[in-house]
């Protein structure tokens, strides 16, 4: 009997462990860092960053977000920019070659955290909504959020071009996390 209750629990907490965890890793595949800036007050130019890694927690009461996406993966679909991009005078990803988000606070609208990128670390708050959440059809579970808000890039001492090439840079991180 004793035995029997013991085993009883024992599944209880497995199936409650493995229904309620809430550790996520970045599906890199469904992930997306993108930005847009103005340039010269004629078009607005776009991008992403096509290596990002990460993970976020949900459990209430200590959610988390950790992002790095590899700087020198930052694609504008023209190669010639971005090679000057990469360069000093914007990235310097030889000097920096990571950027990284680190949240700080996690509430159901909001994304606040550490951004570091081109050697400085400013806190940032981003627009945080989610987008959804359910069984994975191949196995397992998933949920996706997206971030979204403006940040001045002079903070972070990229200057180049200011103000011909905005100094604000839009901001939308989609995220979809896998459970563990």
């Given at each position: ?25 970045l ?24 290596e ?25 679909n ?24 680190k ?10 955290g ?39 890039r ?27």
């Amino acid at each position: 009997m004793i035995l029997k209750t013991i085993l009883t629990a024992g599944a209880a907490i497995a199936l409650t462990t493995s229904v309620y965890a809430a550790d996520y890793k970045l599906d890199p595949s469904h992930t997306s860092a993108n930005f847009t800036v103005g340039h010269m007050g004629f078009s607005k130019t776009t991008g992403r960053f096509d290596e990002i890694e990460g993970s976020f927690t949900d459990t209430a009461g200590s959610e988390s977000v950790n992002v790095t996406i590899k700087a020198s993966s930052i694609d504008s679909n023209f190669e010639p920019r971005d090679k000057h991009l990469r360069s000093p005078d914007f990235f310097d990803v030889k000097q920096y070659p990571t950027i990284t988000f680190k949240s700080t606070s996690v509430t159901k609208d909001k994304l606040v955290g550490e951004l570091t990128m081109h050697g400085k670390t400013k806190p940032v708050t981003l627009d945080l909504e989610m987008v959804g959440e359910g069984d994975d059809p191949w196995g397992g579970y998933r949920k996706g959020y997206s971030a979204t808000g403006t940040i001045k890039r002079s903070e972070w001492g990229i200057n180049y071009g200011i103000p011909g090439i905005s100094d604000e840079i839009e901001l939308v991180l989609h995220v979809e996390g896998i459970r563990q």
